[in-house]
């Protein structure tokens, strides 16, 4: 019996470049836009600076609440297929699809001044809403499942071998997780990490919404791109461009580190 | 941002009192209503400032009894954004703006009408239930007070009345003011919803945007006000629809009904 002879798949590709062209599109236009010294300059604009700093502190706020909230969460929800996990789960991810708009309405239903939970916090005077703190909670909520649903699918590869060794050798649960489990899957980790990065730092419908829009305290650098594009068209279009740029690196990042053999898997 | 199609066919259920969920709904409802493409009515399409956008329904339900046969469309939204897009090539045949420095780039020897002046507004301070301040000189004493961003012609007015609220209340009103600002929203019509939803404590905000009955107001001293005026323009087109519509926002009837909404007669 001969081999079959080997699928031909490049009409696929054909069939499929309409929506490559749409996808590259924008992208190339952005990054064409200016000439590179008009780029260059942009990057000195006061009001690129104040978003690049809020962008800045507040994305690697959010980043560091997801890693060390949603490491555990994923280990948890790596443990098994219950009902419950599923569940939870789906929970996990729901905010993926939600529309930004409609999470930033939640949020001010959740946390503003005349809602049940907001109203105590006013009081307190630990408010959240049209502070730096509103933004980090708009990042953290879209820039989560993004990381949990990548920690969990490594946690999920692991060689559950290597944990039942480290725990016969007198490990704790905790320092599986530590010491074999998080070490053996830092790629995808990293990899999950940096993707929900850049998610945050591209959040925008829901920061506008819930956190308000003031240059200096919360307005990131999607916020201050939209707010320019009613005044000054250059300084906007190279914050874009620049913003292409820093996430697009991210997203190479995460896809390199994605790409490598997770450490933790059992060999071939 | 919202779209509406008025004209012949099934006409789209108004929307409700609800200011904020009303407008999305307005959008669907439009969808669904398309007359039926047998003989193509004229439509005209009018691009209108956030701040008319209370005013609009009723304009245009008066004007569909003069003009009955006429498709009109609708989308309102910041006046500078609105600019921008008409700039970029967007066709529309009116354009109503709040600020008439948006109608500077399109000129008669481009096809356009000449601006025809038809209301007035002044600014008013949008207060929430819980502020309660006597005078404008106590307006910093507040927590939480939003604006419109620079851009926004509501923006523009906000500046120079804080300029000349400072000339009287003095330069440390101006800055404990500028304290207190939480949010820059685009258009008048967010900062209105800030003040709906609780919050913000005040919001600049135009008098055709205060909510009868709803919430408590400051008004703001005619010396301190900034003259605003709202102008028109409608490209010159062989049927004259957009040139009818500006002659109807003069008559009496539509006066009537933009002084119903807070706004000031035609200059």
Redesign the interface.
């Given at each position: 019996m001969t081999r079959p002879k080997r699928l031909e798949r490049w009409p696929a590709l054909v069939l499929g470049l309409p929506i490559l062209a749409l996808l590259i599109g924008p992208i190339v236009a952005l990054l064409t836009a200016l000439p590179w010294t008009t780029l260059a300059t942009s990057l000195t604009a006061p009001a690129f600076l104040d978003a690049a700093g809020v962008s800045l502190a507040t994305s690697s706020t959010s980043l560091a609440l997801v890693v060390g909230l949603g490491t555990p969460l994923a280990w948890w929800l790596a443990a098994g297929d219950g009902p419950l996990r599923r569940g939870l789960a789906f929970l996990v991810e729901w905010p993926v699809v939600l529309p930004p708009a409609v999470l930033g309405v939640g949020l001010?239903q959740c946390f503003?001044?005349?809602t049940p939970l907001g109203g105590p916090l006013d009081a307190l005077g630990l408010s959240p809403?049209?502070t730096a703190g509103a933004v980090i909670i708009a990042q953290t909520i879209v820039a989560t499942p993004l990381y949990v649903t990548i920690a969990t699918v490594a946690f999920r590869k692991l060689d559950p071998e290597l944990l039942l060794v480290a725990q016969s050798l007198g490990h704790r649960p905790a320092q599986c997780f530590w010491r074999v489990a998080v070490p053996l899957s830092r790629r995808a980790l990293a990899a999950g990490a940096t993707l929900a990065w850049a998610r945050a730092l591209g959040e925008f419908g829901a920061t506008l919404v819930f956190?308000?829009?003031?240059?200096g305290r919360?307005q990131t650098l999607p916020l201050a791109v939209?707010?320019r594009?009613?005044?000054d068209l250059d300084i906007a279009i190279g914050m874009a461009a620049w913003m292409t740029l820093a996430t697009g690196a991210l997203l190479l990042g995460g896809r390199t580190l994605a790409r490598g053999r997770p450490d933790g898997a059992p060999p071939r | 941002m919202r779209r509406a199609v008025h004209g012949p066919g099934p006409k789209p259920r108004r929307r409700g009192r609800c200011p904020i969920i009303g407008r999305s709904i307005a959008f669907f409802a439009a969808a669904g209503c398309q007359p039926t493409p047998s003989a193509e009515p004229p439509t005209l399409e009018i691009l209108a400032a956030a701040s008319l956008v209370d005013a609009l329904p009723p304009l245009l339900d008066a004007f569909e009894r003069i003009a009955p046969d006429w498709r009109l469309q609708t989308d309102t939204g910041g006046s500078h954004r609105l600019g921008h897009q008409l700039r970029a090539g967007r066709r529309a045949d009116v354009f109503m703006p709040a600020h008439p420095a948006e109608l500077a780039d399109f000129r008669e020897a481009d096809g356009w009408s000449a601006p025809v002046w038809y209301a007035q507004n002044q600014l008013s301070i949008a207060l929430s239930q819980a502020a309660s301040i006597a005078d404008l000189a106590a307006l910093p004493q507040l927590e939480r007070i939003v604006l419109g961003t620079p851009g926004a012609p509501i923006g523009v007015y906000t500046e120079r009345f804080l300029r000349r609220g400072q000339a009287v209340y003095g330069e440390g009103w101006r800055r404990a003011l500028e304290r207190r600002v939480v949010s820059r929203e685009g258009n008048v019509r967010r900062l209105r919803a800030r003040i709906l939803m609780g919050e913000a404590d005040a919001a600049i905000v135009y008098r055709s945007d205060l909510i009868a009955g709803h919430a408590p107001a400051l008004p703001v001293p005619e010396a301190l006000s900034p003259p605003i005026h709202y102008a028109a323009i409608a490209r010159r087109r062989p049927d004259h629809a957009g040139e009818r519509w500006l002659a109807f926002l003069k008559s009496a009837t539509a006066q009537r009904i933009l002084q119903r909404h807070g706004f000031g007669a035609a200059p």
């Open positions: 001010l503003g001044r005349t809403a049209f956190a308000g829009n003031l240059r919360t939209y707010e594009l009613e005044s | -």
